[in-house]
Nanobody
Framework: QVQLVESGGGLVQPGGSLRLSCAAS????????MAWYRQAPGKQRELVAA???????NHADSVKGRFTTSRDNAKNTVYLQMNSLKPGNAAIYCC??????????????WGQGTQITVSS
């Protein structure tokens, strides 16, 4: 059974940095796109960043220049480096991955989410 496990969330001061990690495990054949989403209280979930297996990335306009996603295919892990954090960036951040595995085939999996709080 495939699982995505996130780490790296927590409390940070405005202007600070955090690095999130999301590791996939299980009977994995191929990991296609991996992505980060966030959802703040009272708001809809939004895509923060995505990265395909070849390394091409896409970042939301609101985080371009401050957030960077990357992945280590050997470790089945995706990262989100967040710099210059603002209070408005506070949310639950969640990773997702399109994974081909046995016996499920291709499916989109989700992590459990990690809370990011930006406050002085």
């Amino acid at each position: 059974q495939v699982q995505l496990v996130e780490s790296g969330g927590g409390l940070v001061q405005p202007g600070g940095s955090l690095r999130l990690s999301c590791a996939a495990s299980g009977s994995i054949f191929t990991i296609y796109a991996m992505a980060w989403y966030r959802q703040a209280p009272g708001k809809q979930r939004e895509l923060v960043a995505a990265i395909i297996s070849g390394g091409r990335t896409n970042h939301a306009d609101s985080v371009k220049g401050r957030f960077t996603t990357s992945r280590d295919n050997a470790k089945n892990t995706v990262y989100l480096q967040m710099n210059s954090l603002k209070p408005g960036n506070a949310a639950i951040y969640c990773c997702s991955a399109d994974i081909s595995s046995f016996p499920a085939g291709k499916y989109t999996y989700w992590g459990q989410g990690t809370q990011i709080t930006v406050s002085s």
